[in-house]
């Protein structure tokens, strides 16, 4: 799945974000709205994780989906 498709598909994917990433709130993951960069900078808020580090674990994310 690409960011195009991940972003036409937000709506059904946000619950699958929140399942991978439980200390994201509904707010975080409505927010992101299917923007690879704000869901990696969530994730670095959050998790306290390198920007390296959050976007490869995004990536990794979508390639299992």
Known sequence: MNWDQ???KWQ???GEARQQWGKLT???V???AGD???LAGRLQE???HSKE???REVDSW???L
Do not use: M, N, P, S
């Open 6 to 8: 991940v972003q036409g």
């Open 53 to 55: 580090e959050a976007q």
């Open 62 to 64: 979508i390639a299992r």
């Open 12 to 14: 059904q994917l946000q």
């Open 46 to 48: 959050r998790y306290g």
């Open 36 to 38: 690879r960069e704000k």
């Open 30 to 32: 409505q927010w992101a």
């Open 26 to 28: 509904d707010d975080d």
